[in-house]
């Protein structure tokens, strides 16, 4: 039966759900921990800023390890390492499990963290080699509504278990979860060359240096942009850390372009599709992130909504993504990407600014619904299309170190989002005579609160639309969809399209 599946014309699929099956589970297991967090804190008797840990730990792993091991499996094969990388998840997920202090729980998510870093490295790039060029834009899509299909069940999930079974649970589930997701990978995805198992030439090398330095920029980044607004952003170790990143990068740039086999080719960088789509997609998520992240504040400690209620209030919105993604996917296989990206940014640019003209102290819910709904839709509509077109031009030999990348500018941009809008409406709050902490939000200072929300969303909105700019100009100069090059590690240049 094995041996009919992977012969038949639809093994793709086989191989793409295999995938999205671990994708599911991943994003599940994110939402349902947080909802898990005070029943942690609560047993280990221990405060919110040490079980945050717990979270942060994980994504901190994750974003490090997202570029080096995407080219590992460019190099040994993705299959390999995707495989390795759900074993190691699940014995993380088993460890958490029976963790006997909070200790032993935090260095058992930083395992969890390696193996996910491990999946989601190399996944989507095993995914699209599995898929024709002319298909792409479906693959990325569908992935996209698997994404928030999790997005929604993970918090619902996560409430359940812990209800019924204890916080112990939500990482229980991973085991199981995880055994099945392992079977079903070692029986169905694809060896060989569509699996990225290149051999040749100077693929064949492993950057360590590169993967060391890429990986210390972004835990400093990511460490120092986290903690910027509590420590303040003038204080030593902000600044410290901060000029740390900045020399990294000069001596990661500097060591990529002469090395023989770079871990990320930076060169890719010069082409035009490449280099705007990377920049216009970390304007996307870095514009879009923030609504998710403060309006639940707006929603129960202005407008005075419980937990539960908010939570079906997100679901709008994260099914317009779900419903979306496919769809644009689609159509961008057929019309191209220019008029999908262009026109996703500018509806999520839209939401941002009727946000930042129009929230009031009292909104009534629908339009904080169907802003959200706005933003979420314009990126379904900007997502897959964007991404196909930075994959588009690169040799499918990078297909698990490019896919890693744009992983990897949806996650930054979703931390440096968070971190800029919390500091403005602090800082706004401050100028009101109100403590500058989101903790401190209640009714009686919504005045201030609101206004510090208002400016956020006009950063953000002047964000995107600088993304759109750059988008239009983007797509000027390339009227047709590109074709992606047949060999080689760089794509040669043709005309208006590379420059």
């Known amino acids: 039966m094995i041996q009919r599946i992977t012969s038949s014309r639809g093994f793709k699929w086989w191989n793409f759900w295999t995938i999205a099956t671990g994708t599911f589970f991943s994003v599940v297991d994110h939402g349902s921990v947080l909802i898990a967090l005070p029943g942690i804190e609560s047993h280990f008797d221990a405060t919110l800023e040490s079980v945050q840990w717990v979270v942060v730990a994980y994504a901190l792993v994750i974003s490090v390890l997202l570029l080096p091991m995407g080219r590992l499996g460019d190099v040994i094969g993705r299959r390999q390492v995707y495989i390795l990388g759900t074993a190691i998840f699940v014995a993380g997920s088993l460890g958490a499990t029976f963790s006997p202090s909070l200790g032993v729980l935090i260095a058992m998510r930083v395992l969890q963290g390696i193996g996910a870093g491990m999946v989601q490295g190399c996944g989507m790039g095993m995914m ?92 400093v980044l990511l460490v120092v942009v986290g903690n910027g607004n509590g420590l303040g952003w003038r204080s030593a170790p902000v600044i410290v850390g901060g000029s740390a990143v900045v020399l990294l990068m ?36 870095f514009g879009s992130s923030a609504a998710r992240f403060m309006m639940p504040f707006y929603l129960q400690r202005v407008l005075g909504y419980q937990p539960e209620q908010v939570g079906l209030m997100m679901i709008p919105a994260a099914l317009c993504m779900v419903i979306l993604g496919p769809l644009s996917g689609r159509l961008s296989d057929r019309i191209g990407w220019q008029a999908l990206t262009v026109g996703g940014l500018a509806l999520t640019a839209a939401g941002a600014f009727v946000l930042a003209f129009a929230l009031q102290e009292r909104s009534p819910v629908w339009f904080v619904i169907a802003t959200m709904m706005m933003q979420s839709s314009g990126t379904g509509l900007f997502n897959s299309p964007n991404s196909s077109s930075i994959i588009s031009v690169v040799d499918r030999s990078r297909y698990g170190v490019v896919s890693a990348l744009t992983q990897l500018i949806r996650n930054s941009a979703n931390v440096v989002s968070v971190a800029v809008a919390t500091t403005i409406v ?23 609160f609101v206004a510090g929300l208002r400016w956020a969303f006009l950063a953000m909105g002047c964000a995107l639309a600088t993304g759109v700019a750059i988008s239009i100009y983007r797509a000027i100069g390339n009227r047709r969809p590109a074709i992606p ?3 080689g590690d760089v794509p040669a240049t043709t005309g208006a399209s590379d420059n």
């Not at 569908?142 to 999790?150: E, K, N």
């Not at 040749?200 to 590169?210: E, H, I, P, V």
């Not at 740039?253 to 789509?277: C, H, K, S, T």
């Not at 602090?426 to 201030?448: D, F, I, Q, R």
Request: charged share 15%; hydrophobic share 55%; glycine share 12%.
């Open 128 to 219: 699209l080699a599995s898929f024709p060029d002319s298909e792409r834009g479906k693959a990325l899509g569908t992935h996209l509504s698997v994404v928030g299909l999790g997005a929604i069940a993970g918090p619902a999930m996560g409430g359940f278990l812990v209800a019924w079974f204890g916080w112990q649970s939500v990482f229980f589930v991973n085991v199981p979860a995880g055994c099945l997701v392992l079977v079903l990978s070692w029986l169905l995805l694809e060896r060989g060359a569509g699996a990225g198992e290149y051999r040749q030439g100077r693929n064949d090398a492993f950057d360590w240096t590169g993967a060391a330095v890429s990986g210390a920029i972004l835990l």
């Open 250 to 285: 000069a001596v990661f740039v500097w060591w990529e372009l002469r090395v023989r086999a770079p871990m990320l080719d930076l060169r890719l960088f010069a082409n035009r599709i490449f280099g705007i789509g990377a920049a216009a997609a970390w304007l996307s998520f």
């Open 426 to 448: 602090v800082s706004t709050m401050a100028t009101y005579g109100v403590e500058p902490k989101l903790e401190a939000v209640n009714p009686e200072v919504a005045t201030a």
């Open 485 to 487: 090059p047949q060999s």
